[in-house]
């Protein structure tokens, strides 16, 4: 996936694309596990949302993880309203390409979750992910409750530290409360199942977590 625009930082909301009305429409089925990727969740079950890169690839590692009920692809973090590919491609939109992760707390801990999100990929790149450039591309954890805040927060202290033992810089991820999630189109969901030789260029540091 590649961008059309490559900017250095995320845009201010000042610059940002005008809102649509268009909601986008998916279907209520992953192509994986046949599970609903729609809100709402049983109440059982928990939410998270991870951007590590170009969504193919970030949303196959959470998918195949043991505990996780549902993913989805989608934007988040920006300050367009029903965002589209083309609208976050453009680089004016603010939005980063995530995963909405939702797993069940009984079978897997949000912080396993922050674990894999943390190993899978380079943290330390800016608004970029290896070959992928633009700010769509940044590394960012978006989350629900105190709880998913400080646990993110300490897992970065953690994580930075050893980062910094094997020779890489500062860790550039965005950890902040979440704001809307809004799905990708329809041929992005479970996009590297419908296409098994479809790009991914997500790649991790070997720096392991813990």
């Not at 978006?142 to 400080?150: A, S």
Request: hydrophobic share 35%; charged share 15%.
């Amino acid at each position: 996936m590649f961008s059309f625009l490559n900017p250095a930082t995320r845009p201010h909301p000042s610059g940002s694309l005008a809102d649509s009305n268009a909601v986008m429409p998916v279907t209520n089925k992953h192509y994986v596990n046949d599970h609903p990727i729609l809100r709402p969740f049983d109440s059982h079950l928990e939410t998270a949302v991870f951007g590590l890169g170009c969504f193919w690839g970030a949303e196959k590692k959470f998918w195949e993880f043991d505990g996780v009920f549902t993913t989805a692809a989608g934007y988040a973090g920006g300050d367009t309203k029903n965002a589209t590919y083309e609208y976050v491609c453009s680089g004016l939109s603010g939005h980063a390409e995530v995963v909405l992760v939702v797993f069940d707390p009984t079978r897997v801990s949000y912080s396993a979750l922050l674990s894999l999100f943390w190993e899978s990929h380079n943290p330390t790149q800016g608004m970029r992910q290896g070959n992928d450039q633009g700010s769509q591309y940044r590394s960012v954890i978006y989350t629900y409750g105190d709880e998913q805040l400080n646990l993110a927060m300490k897992s970065k202290i953690t994580f930075e530290q050893n980062l910094k033992s094997a020779g890489y810089g500062g860790i550039t991820t965005e950890i902040m409360p979440a704001a809307e999630f809004y799905y990708a189109e329809d041929y992005h969901q479970q996009y590297l199942a419908k296409n098994p030789g479809g790009y991914c260029g997500l790649g991790g540091t070997g720096v392991r977590y813990a």
